[in-house]
Protein backbone atom coordinates (compact mmCIF):
# COMPACT_ATOMS: atom_id res chain seq x y z
CA UNK A 1 0.00 0.00 0.00
CA UNK A 2 1.48 3.30 -0.97
CA UNK A 3 2.25 5.36 2.24
CA UNK A 4 1.07 8.62 1.92
CA UNK A 5 1.98 9.06 5.58
CA UNK A 6 5.07 8.77 7.28
CA UNK A 7 3.98 7.11 10.58
CA UNK A 8 6.80 5.54 13.47
CA UNK A 9 5.40 2.40 13.60
CA UNK A 10 4.49 -0.33 11.62
CA UNK A 11 1.25 -2.53 11.92
CA UNK A 12 0.89 -6.04 12.22
CA UNK A 13 -2.16 -7.16 10.16
CA UNK A 14 -1.76 -7.69 6.30
CA UNK A 15 -3.95 -4.59 4.42
CA UNK A 16 -6.06 -6.98 1.30
CA UNK A 17 -5.79 -4.61 -1.49
CA UNK A 18 -9.32 -4.41 -2.80
CA UNK A 19 -8.30 -5.85 -5.91
CA UNK A 20 -6.64 -9.15 -4.28
CA UNK A 21 -10.30 -9.47 -2.83
CA UNK A 22 -12.02 -9.33 -6.07
CA UNK A 23 -8.99 -11.66 -6.99
CA UNK A 24 -9.69 -14.40 -4.40
CA UNK A 25 -14.07 -14.00 -4.66
CA UNK A 26 -13.11 -14.75 -8.04
CA UNK A 27 -11.18 -17.46 -7.29
CA UNK A 28 -13.45 -18.93 -5.03
CA UNK A 29 -16.59 -18.48 -7.26
CA UNK A 30 -14.73 -20.33 -9.95
CA UNK A 31 -14.01 -22.92 -7.48
CA UNK A 32 -17.21 -23.61 -6.17
CA UNK A 33 -19.48 -23.50 -9.52
CA UNK A 34 -16.73 -26.06 -10.45
CA UNK A 35 -17.77 -28.65 -8.73
CA UNK A 36 -21.67 -28.00 -9.69
CA UNK A 37 -20.59 -28.44 -13.22
CA UNK A 38 -21.13 -31.30 -15.68
CA UNK A 39 -18.97 -34.00 -16.29
CA UNK A 40 -18.07 -33.42 -19.88
CA UNK A 41 -18.07 -30.30 -21.65
CA UNK A 42 -20.21 -28.42 -23.74
CA UNK A 43 -18.94 -25.83 -26.22
CA UNK A 44 -21.85 -23.43 -27.54
CA UNK A 45 -22.44 -22.58 -30.68
CA UNK A 46 -19.68 -25.49 -32.58
CA UNK A 47 -21.01 -28.32 -34.08
CA UNK A 48 -21.85 -31.80 -32.69
CA UNK A 49 -18.95 -33.05 -34.21
CA UNK A 50 -15.64 -32.07 -35.38
CA UNK A 51 -13.24 -34.71 -37.54
CA UNK A 52 -9.87 -32.21 -37.57
CA UNK A 53 -8.14 -30.31 -40.74
CA UNK A 54 -8.84 -31.41 -43.90
CA UNK A 55 -12.01 -32.53 -42.63
CA UNK A 56 -14.12 -29.36 -42.40
CA UNK A 57 -16.55 -30.72 -45.12
CA UNK A 58 -16.96 -33.52 -42.64
CA UNK A 59 -18.51 -31.56 -39.54
CA UNK A 60 -21.50 -32.28 -38.67
CA UNK A 61 -22.93 -28.70 -38.33
CA UNK A 62 -26.15 -29.31 -37.59
CA UNK A 63 -27.60 -28.75 -34.03
CA UNK A 64 -25.60 -26.08 -31.99
CA UNK A 65 -23.50 -23.65 -34.46
CA UNK A 66 -23.35 -22.24 -37.41
CA UNK A 67 -23.56 -23.84 -41.16
CA UNK A 68 -19.42 -23.05 -41.24
CA UNK A 69 -18.52 -23.54 -37.63
CA UNK B 1 -33.45 -14.12 -12.38
CA UNK B 2 -33.55 -16.82 -10.16
CA UNK B 3 -30.27 -18.10 -8.30
CA UNK B 4 -30.60 -21.13 -10.09
CA UNK B 5 -30.59 -20.20 -13.26
CA UNK B 6 -27.97 -17.38 -12.74
CA UNK B 7 -25.68 -20.58 -11.84
CA UNK B 8 -26.38 -22.29 -14.68
CA UNK B 9 -25.52 -19.62 -16.90
CA UNK B 10 -21.72 -20.00 -15.56
CA UNK B 11 -21.63 -23.65 -15.73
CA UNK B 12 -20.16 -24.05 -19.30
CA UNK B 13 -17.12 -22.80 -18.32
CA UNK B 14 -17.03 -23.96 -14.45
CA UNK B 15 -16.85 -27.60 -16.56
CA UNK B 16 -14.23 -26.85 -18.22
CA UNK B 17 -12.43 -25.56 -14.74
CA UNK B 18 -13.44 -29.23 -13.39
CA UNK B 19 -13.32 -31.58 -16.03
CA UNK B 20 -10.64 -30.72 -18.85
CA UNK B 21 -7.49 -30.96 -16.17
CA UNK B 22 -8.20 -34.66 -15.43
CA UNK B 23 -9.95 -35.47 -18.87
CA UNK B 24 -6.73 -34.62 -20.33
CA UNK B 25 -4.89 -36.53 -17.72
CA UNK B 26 -6.79 -39.63 -19.00
CA UNK B 27 -6.62 -39.39 -22.19
CA UNK B 28 -3.18 -39.66 -21.99
CA UNK B 29 -3.54 -42.44 -19.53
CA UNK B 30 -5.61 -44.52 -22.06
CA UNK B 31 -3.73 -43.75 -25.03
CA UNK B 32 -2.24 -47.30 -25.13
CA UNK B 33 -5.53 -49.07 -24.47
CA UNK B 34 -6.93 -47.29 -27.87
CA UNK B 35 -7.53 -49.78 -30.78
CA UNK B 36 -10.76 -48.53 -32.41
CA UNK B 37 -12.03 -45.40 -32.85
CA UNK B 38 -15.70 -44.47 -32.11
CA UNK B 39 -16.59 -43.97 -36.45
CA UNK B 40 -16.31 -47.59 -36.98
CA UNK B 41 -19.17 -48.25 -34.94
CA UNK B 42 -21.13 -46.50 -37.81
CA UNK B 43 -19.86 -49.46 -39.84
CA UNK B 44 -20.88 -52.00 -37.40
CA UNK B 45 -24.20 -53.64 -37.32
CA UNK B 46 -25.95 -52.44 -34.18
CA UNK B 47 -30.05 -53.20 -34.42
CA UNK B 48 -32.50 -52.71 -37.36
CA UNK B 49 -33.36 -49.52 -39.16
CA UNK B 50 -33.10 -45.75 -38.98
CA UNK B 51 -34.70 -45.58 -35.11
CA UNK B 52 -33.00 -45.65 -32.00
CA UNK B 53 -33.62 -44.81 -28.28
CA UNK B 54 -30.88 -43.37 -25.85
CA UNK B 55 -31.49 -44.31 -22.80
CA UNK B 56 -30.27 -42.43 -19.57
CA UNK B 57 -30.61 -43.21 -15.88
CA UNK B 58 -33.52 -40.51 -14.85
CA UNK B 59 -36.14 -41.51 -12.15
CA UNK B 60 -38.70 -42.08 -14.65
CA UNK B 61 -36.69 -45.07 -16.24
CA UNK B 62 -38.32 -46.94 -12.62
CA UNK B 63 -41.37 -44.74 -12.69
CA UNK B 64 -42.87 -46.05 -15.92
CA UNK B 65 -40.98 -48.85 -16.42
CA UNK B 66 -39.42 -47.99 -19.41
CA UNK B 67 -37.38 -50.91 -19.67
CA UNK B 68 -39.79 -53.31 -19.14
CA UNK B 69 -41.83 -52.45 -22.06
CA UNK B 70 -39.04 -51.30 -24.06
CA UNK B 71 -38.10 -55.24 -23.81
CA UNK B 72 -41.95 -56.59 -24.21
CA UNK B 73 -42.24 -54.36 -27.43
CA UNK B 74 -39.61 -56.69 -28.94
CA UNK B 75 -37.89 -53.16 -30.50
CA UNK B 76 -35.42 -54.07 -33.44
CA UNK B 77 -33.45 -50.78 -33.33
CA UNK B 78 -30.32 -49.20 -32.03
CA UNK B 79 -30.01 -49.15 -27.94
CA UNK B 80 -27.86 -46.90 -26.58
CA UNK B 81 -27.47 -47.02 -22.95
CA UNK B 82 -25.44 -43.85 -20.64
CA UNK B 83 -23.08 -46.00 -18.24
CA UNK B 84 -25.81 -44.82 -15.39
CA UNK B 85 -28.52 -46.74 -17.09
CA UNK B 86 -26.81 -50.16 -17.69
CA UNK B 87 -27.68 -51.96 -14.45
CA UNK B 88 -31.22 -51.06 -15.12
CA UNK B 89 -31.02 -52.12 -18.67
CA UNK B 90 -29.47 -55.27 -17.96
CA UNK B 91 -31.70 -55.96 -14.77
CA UNK B 92 -34.38 -55.55 -17.22
CA UNK B 93 -33.43 -58.39 -19.56
CA UNK B 94 -32.36 -55.34 -22.38
CA UNK B 95 -28.75 -55.26 -23.70
CA UNK B 96 -28.01 -52.52 -24.94
CA UNK B 97 -25.72 -52.46 -28.58
CA UNK B 98 -23.67 -49.44 -26.75
CA UNK B 99 -22.61 -48.12 -23.51
CA UNK B 100 -21.61 -44.11 -23.40
CA UNK B 101 -18.91 -43.36 -20.57
CA UNK B 102 -17.44 -40.06 -20.36
CA UNK B 103 -16.87 -39.23 -16.41
CA UNK B 104 -13.19 -38.36 -15.53
CA UNK B 105 -13.77 -39.31 -11.89
CA UNK B 106 -11.51 -41.85 -10.91
CA UNK B 107 -13.51 -44.03 -8.59
CA UNK B 108 -17.20 -43.60 -8.67
CA UNK B 109 -17.50 -44.54 -12.49
CA UNK B 110 -16.91 -48.29 -12.42
CA UNK B 111 -20.09 -48.74 -10.32
CA UNK B 112 -21.92 -48.49 -12.91
CA UNK B 113 -19.98 -51.72 -14.47
CA UNK B 114 -19.99 -53.39 -11.10
CA UNK B 115 -16.63 -52.70 -9.37
CA UNK B 116 -15.24 -55.77 -8.59
CA UNK B 117 -12.89 -54.59 -6.01
CA UNK B 118 -15.80 -53.02 -3.80
CA UNK B 119 -15.47 -54.95 -0.21
CA UNK B 120 -17.26 -52.42 1.78
CA UNK B 121 -19.34 -49.72 1.72
CA UNK B 122 -17.40 -46.36 0.53
CA UNK B 123 -17.12 -43.27 2.45
CA UNK B 124 -18.52 -41.62 -0.30
CA UNK B 125 -22.05 -41.68 0.15
CA UNK B 126 -22.81 -40.40 -3.45
CA UNK B 127 -23.98 -43.85 -4.54
CA UNK B 128 -26.53 -44.13 -1.45
CA UNK B 129 -27.81 -40.76 -2.57
CA UNK B 130 -28.25 -40.27 -6.34
CA UNK B 131 -31.47 -40.67 -7.41
CA UNK B 132 -30.56 -42.38 -11.16
CA UNK B 133 -30.41 -46.31 -9.51
CA UNK B 134 -32.71 -46.77 -6.26
CA UNK B 135 -30.87 -50.35 -6.07
CA UNK B 136 -27.85 -48.81 -5.05
CA UNK B 137 -29.66 -46.98 -1.66
CA UNK B 138 -30.05 -50.51 0.11
CA UNK B 139 -27.58 -53.51 0.64
CA UNK B 140 -24.76 -51.59 -2.09
CA UNK B 141 -22.32 -54.54 -1.92
CA UNK B 142 -25.40 -57.05 -2.62
CA UNK B 143 -26.23 -54.67 -5.58
CA UNK B 144 -22.35 -54.46 -6.40
CA UNK B 145 -22.22 -57.93 -6.66
CA UNK B 146 -25.15 -58.43 -8.74
CA UNK B 147 -24.32 -56.03 -11.31
CA UNK B 148 -20.64 -57.45 -11.19
CA UNK B 149 -21.78 -60.79 -12.45
CA UNK B 150 -24.83 -59.24 -15.10
CA UNK B 151 -21.83 -57.17 -16.63
CA UNK B 152 -19.35 -60.26 -17.35
CA UNK B 153 -22.45 -62.29 -18.39
CA UNK B 154 -23.61 -59.56 -21.27
CA UNK B 155 -20.26 -57.60 -21.76
CA UNK B 156 -19.32 -59.37 -24.55
CA UNK B 157 -22.52 -57.95 -26.20
CA UNK B 158 -22.25 -54.69 -25.28
CA UNK B 159 -19.92 -51.94 -27.07
CA UNK B 160 -18.76 -49.21 -25.38
CA UNK B 161 -18.38 -45.34 -26.80
CA UNK B 162 -15.61 -44.29 -24.24
CA UNK B 163 -14.73 -40.34 -24.35
CA UNK B 164 -10.97 -40.41 -23.99
CA UNK B 165 -11.55 -38.62 -20.65
CA UNK B 166 -12.80 -41.70 -19.20
CA UNK B 167 -11.87 -43.13 -15.78
CA UNK B 168 -8.68 -45.31 -16.36
CA UNK B 169 -10.47 -48.03 -14.18
CA UNK B 170 -13.48 -48.03 -15.77
CA UNK B 171 -11.89 -48.70 -19.43
CA UNK B 172 -9.77 -51.65 -17.57
CA UNK B 173 -13.51 -52.98 -15.74
CA UNK B 174 -14.83 -52.79 -19.59
CA UNK B 175 -11.66 -54.42 -20.70
CA UNK B 176 -12.02 -56.70 -17.87
CA UNK B 177 -15.48 -57.97 -18.97
CA UNK B 178 -15.25 -58.73 -22.87
CA UNK B 179 -16.40 -55.27 -23.82
CA UNK B 180 -14.91 -53.94 -27.00
CA UNK B 181 -13.95 -50.39 -26.71
CA UNK B 182 -14.60 -47.30 -29.69
CA UNK B 183 -13.08 -44.50 -28.48
CA UNK B 184 -13.32 -40.47 -29.09
CA UNK B 185 -12.59 -37.06 -27.45
CA UNK B 186 -14.51 -34.97 -25.61
CA UNK B 187 -14.77 -31.65 -27.57
CA UNK B 188 -13.55 -29.25 -24.71
CA UNK B 189 -13.33 -26.00 -26.69
CA UNK B 190 -13.50 -23.89 -30.01
CA UNK B 191 -11.36 -26.00 -31.91
CA UNK B 192 -10.41 -22.98 -34.52
CA UNK B 193 -9.34 -21.15 -31.39
CA UNK B 194 -5.43 -20.60 -30.44
CA UNK B 195 -4.16 -23.48 -28.08
CA UNK B 196 -7.67 -25.09 -28.38
CA UNK B 197 -7.66 -28.18 -25.91
CA UNK B 198 -9.84 -30.21 -28.32
CA UNK B 199 -7.36 -29.52 -31.58
CA UNK B 200 -4.76 -30.87 -28.70
CA UNK B 201 -6.07 -33.93 -28.56
CA UNK B 202 -7.20 -34.70 -32.16
CA UNK B 203 -3.40 -34.25 -32.73
CA UNK B 204 -2.38 -36.49 -30.00
CA UNK B 205 -4.46 -39.46 -31.31
CA UNK B 206 -6.72 -38.80 -34.54
CA UNK B 207 -10.36 -39.26 -32.98
CA UNK B 208 -13.11 -37.44 -33.51
CA UNK B 209 -14.58 -34.74 -31.08
CA UNK B 210 -17.80 -34.61 -30.32
CA UNK B 211 -19.85 -31.90 -28.32
CA UNK B 212 -20.90 -33.65 -24.93
CA UNK B 213 -23.50 -31.90 -24.09
CA UNK B 214 -22.51 -31.46 -19.90
CA UNK B 215 -23.82 -35.12 -19.05
CA UNK B 216 -23.54 -38.73 -20.47
CA UNK B 217 -27.06 -39.03 -21.32
CA UNK B 218 -26.66 -36.07 -23.72
CA UNK B 219 -23.54 -37.18 -24.49
CA UNK B 220 -25.18 -40.62 -25.86
CA UNK B 221 -27.76 -38.86 -27.66
CA UNK B 222 -25.01 -37.07 -29.94
CA UNK B 223 -23.28 -40.10 -30.72
CA UNK B 224 -26.76 -41.85 -32.10
CA UNK B 225 -27.26 -38.94 -34.09
CA UNK B 226 -23.72 -37.84 -35.42
CA UNK B 227 -21.74 -41.22 -35.34
CA UNK B 228 -24.94 -43.53 -35.92
CA UNK B 229 -26.45 -41.59 -38.08
CA UNK B 230 -30.05 -42.61 -36.63
CA UNK B 231 -33.12 -40.31 -38.12
CA UNK B 232 -35.27 -41.14 -35.27
CA UNK B 233 -34.21 -41.21 -31.89
CA UNK B 234 -36.46 -41.97 -28.77
CA UNK B 235 -35.34 -40.69 -25.21
CA UNK B 236 -36.36 -42.97 -22.11
CA UNK B 237 -35.01 -41.69 -18.80
CA UNK B 238 -33.81 -38.46 -19.61
CA UNK B 239 -35.35 -36.49 -17.12
CA UNK B 240 -32.85 -33.64 -16.24
CA UNK B 241 -34.63 -33.15 -13.35
CA UNK B 242 -35.93 -34.45 -9.95
CA UNK B 243 -39.16 -35.88 -9.71
CA UNK B 244 -41.93 -34.36 -7.32
CA UNK B 245 -41.44 -35.04 -3.96
CA UNK B 246 -38.07 -35.52 -4.04
CA UNK B 247 -36.31 -34.42 -0.86
CA UNK B 248 -33.36 -31.63 -1.98
CA UNK B 249 -30.74 -33.94 0.09
CA UNK B 250 -31.54 -36.52 -2.02
CA UNK B 251 -30.38 -34.74 -4.80
CA UNK B 252 -26.99 -34.72 -6.90
CA UNK B 253 -25.61 -31.58 -5.77
CA UNK B 254 -26.80 -30.88 -2.42
CA UNK B 255 -23.38 -30.65 -0.37
CA UNK B 256 -21.93 -28.82 -3.04
CA UNK B 257 -24.88 -26.23 -2.58
CA UNK B 258 -25.17 -26.34 0.57
CA UNK B 259 -21.48 -25.19 0.91
CA UNK B 260 -21.55 -22.54 -1.60
CA UNK B 261 -25.17 -21.15 -0.29
CA UNK B 262 -25.88 -21.88 3.14
CA UNK B 263 -29.47 -21.36 4.44
CA UNK B 264 -30.03 -20.11 0.38
CA UNK B 265 -29.40 -23.27 -1.30
CA UNK B 266 -33.23 -23.87 -1.29
CA UNK B 267 -33.08 -20.66 -3.80
CA UNK B 268 -31.01 -22.63 -6.70
CA UNK B 269 -33.47 -25.16 -6.94
CA UNK B 270 -36.44 -24.50 -10.04
CA UNK B 271 -39.47 -26.00 -10.41
CA UNK B 272 -40.94 -26.28 -13.66
CA UNK B 273 -44.70 -27.60 -14.83
CA UNK B 274 -44.72 -30.29 -18.19
CA UNK B 275 -46.74 -28.61 -20.32
CA UNK B 276 -48.04 -32.00 -21.54
CA UNK B 277 -47.73 -34.12 -18.58
CA UNK B 278 -49.01 -31.40 -15.85
CA UNK B 279 -45.86 -32.52 -13.31
CA UNK B 280 -44.05 -30.02 -11.31
CA UNK B 281 -40.59 -31.26 -11.49
CA UNK B 282 -37.20 -29.13 -10.45
CA UNK B 283 -33.79 -28.99 -11.33
CA UNK B 284 -30.75 -27.99 -9.97
CA UNK B 285 -28.32 -25.17 -11.41
CA UNK B 286 -26.70 -28.22 -13.09
CA UNK B 287 -29.73 -30.11 -14.80
CA UNK B 288 -30.81 -26.85 -15.51
CA UNK B 289 -27.93 -26.23 -17.48
CA UNK B 290 -28.03 -29.56 -19.21
CA UNK B 291 -31.61 -29.11 -20.03
CA UNK B 292 -30.87 -25.71 -22.00
CA UNK B 293 -27.80 -27.40 -23.68
CA UNK B 294 -29.83 -30.31 -25.48
CA UNK B 295 -32.62 -27.37 -26.35
CA UNK B 296 -29.97 -25.85 -28.32
CA UNK B 297 -28.57 -28.79 -30.13
CA UNK B 298 -31.54 -30.66 -30.68
CA UNK B 299 -33.08 -27.56 -32.23
CA UNK B 300 -31.03 -27.59 -35.41
CA UNK B 301 -30.44 -31.37 -35.52
CA UNK B 302 -31.73 -32.94 -38.69
CA UNK B 303 -32.87 -36.16 -36.46
CA UNK B 304 -36.10 -36.51 -35.08
CA UNK B 305 -36.06 -36.62 -31.13
CA UNK B 306 -38.98 -37.74 -29.37
CA UNK B 307 -38.68 -37.71 -26.01
CA UNK B 308 -40.68 -40.79 -24.53
CA UNK B 309 -39.53 -40.38 -20.91
CA UNK B 310 -43.31 -39.66 -19.93
CA UNK B 311 -41.50 -37.09 -16.89
CA UNK B 312 -38.60 -35.14 -16.51
CA UNK B 313 -38.22 -31.13 -17.50
CA UNK B 314 -37.03 -32.17 -21.06
CA UNK B 315 -39.75 -30.29 -23.38
CA UNK B 316 -39.52 -27.27 -26.17
CA UNK B 317 -38.51 -26.62 -29.83
CA UNK B 318 -36.74 -29.15 -31.53
CA UNK B 319 -38.40 -32.10 -29.09
CA UNK B 320 -41.25 -33.87 -29.43
CA UNK B 321 -43.13 -35.17 -26.75
CA UNK B 322 -44.50 -38.92 -27.51
CA UNK B 323 -45.30 -41.49 -25.19
CA UNK B 324 -42.65 -44.98 -25.31
CA UNK B 325 -45.77 -47.11 -26.47
CA UNK B 326 -46.28 -44.43 -29.72
CA UNK B 327 -42.59 -44.51 -30.56
CA UNK B 328 -42.32 -48.34 -30.70
CA UNK B 329 -45.40 -48.92 -32.68
CA UNK B 330 -44.04 -46.68 -35.26
CA UNK B 331 -40.47 -48.17 -35.06
CA UNK B 332 -41.94 -51.26 -35.08
CA UNK B 333 -43.38 -51.00 -38.93
CA UNK B 334 -40.61 -52.59 -41.14
CA UNK B 335 -37.93 -53.88 -38.62
CA UNK B 336 -37.42 -57.38 -37.99
CA UNK B 337 -37.76 -58.40 -33.55
CA UNK B 338 -34.63 -57.58 -31.53
CA UNK B 339 -32.95 -60.46 -29.79
Redesign the interface.
Known sequence: MPEFLKGNYKVNAKIEDKADTTDSTDEFE???????????????K???????DGEKDKA?T????TKN? | MELGRRIAESLEAATFERVAGVGLANAEANRPRIARSVLELAETPLGAGDAAIVVGAGPSLYRRRSLDRLREAGFAGTIVAADGALGACLRAGVVPHVVVSVDPHPERIVRWFGDPTLTAPRGDDYFRRQEMDPTHHGDELATNHALVELVNAYGPKIKVAAATSAAPAVVERCEQAGMDLYWWNPMYDDYDAPGSLSRRLWEMNGLPCLNGGGNVGTAAWVLTHAVLAKARIGLIGIDLGYAPGTPYEKTQYYPELVEILGDRHCEAFIHTTHPETGETWFSDPAYHWFREVFLEMARGAECRTVNCTEGGLLFGPGITTATLDSFLAEAAGGATHHG
Open positions: KKALSRLGGSICFVSKSLMWQGKDGAGS
